[in-house]
């Protein structure tokens, strides 16, 4: 099966000390792949790279064929990258439809002169744009929530969150402690529509999680870090039985 993203080499230098350290990594399309290890293993980098909030120091990412490495995030969001934050970044005082429509600009063509005279073709797509943006909310599971954004429910924001990241139709979604804070209903209800991204639409998920029991039941492959290293790679299973990661972490970890 092809990969939609494939990184190699990628190393992350802060002065002397290597947060991330030559990892290989691909993510097949379609494929839920997750990246776990203790606190301080470079995972939140290693996203940020992907994502292009930081430079590589050495390596090169291949995303769908093309080499984005020196791309800036708001391009690669335009070859298909979506994200979502460890914390929540909504805006808070917009409604639901209005955060996902905002989440659609990188795909809108209209002008803003076009808006301004009122043209047909700009009114058409602002309209679908609008029924798209509904359409998303439904998917998630927010029919009709118009209140503002920072007054829904935390799940529900996280939520939210999800359906503006599917607003610039990605590929590949990286999500960043989807389940952080949530309640065990909440974290099942995440879980389910993590799956529903790949079964429904076809999307590849990298996903950092600390809840272990998200991690093994939905990825099909999960890559273990340790100090900026790769120390492990395979199904939760193979995973789950490695030495080197039941000492690094799995022993510590939280497992539900
Ligand atoms: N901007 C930065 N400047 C300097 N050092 C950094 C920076 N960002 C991260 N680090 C260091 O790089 C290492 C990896 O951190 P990172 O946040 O990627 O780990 P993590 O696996 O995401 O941890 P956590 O599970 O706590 O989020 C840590 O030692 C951290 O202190």
Redesign the pocket.
């Known amino acids: 099966m092809a990969n939609v993203l494939e990184a190699r080499g990628i190393t992350k230098a ?1 002065g002397g ?1 290597l ?1 991330v350290n030559a990892v290989d990594f691909d993510i097949p399309e379609r494929a839920i792949v997750s990246l776990i ?1 203790p ?7 290693f996203f940020n790279m992907v994502s292009g909030l930081y430079t590589p120091t050495r390596g090169r990412f291949v995303l769908t064929g093309r080499d984005i490495t020196k791309m800036k995030p708001h391009q690669r969001a335009q070859m298909g990258l979506g994200r979502t934050f460890q914390n929540i970044r909504l805006f808070g005082t917009m409604s639901a439809v209005d955060n996902v429509l905002a989440g659609m600009h990188v795909r809108l063509k209209g002008s803003i002169l076009g808006a301004v005279l009122k043209m047909p073709g700009v009114r058409r797509e602002e309209k679908e744009a609008r029924e798209k943006a509904h359409a998303l909310l439904d998917f998630v599971g927010l029919r009709g929530r118009e209140t503002f954004a920072k007054n829904l429910p935390y799940g529900d924001q996280r939520r939210l969150e999800i359906a503006r990241a599917l607003a610039s139709d990605p590929k590949l979604l990286l999500l960043d402690e989807p389940t952080a804070g949530m309640n065990p209903q909440e974290t099942a209800r995440l879980t389910e529509l993590i799956g529903r991204l790949r079964q429904e639409r076809g999307l590849s998920v990298l996903l950092i999680e600390h809840e272990m029991r998200v991690v093994m039941s939905i990825s099909d492959r999960v890559t273990v ?1 340790d100090h900026g290293e790769k120390i492990s790679e395979g199904t939760p299973t193979e995973v789950r039985q490695d030495e080197r990661v039941i000492e690094a972490y799995l022993g510590t970890a939280r497992t539900g």
């Open positions: 802060f000390l947060a290890g606190n301080g293993a470079g995972k939140t980098t870090l």
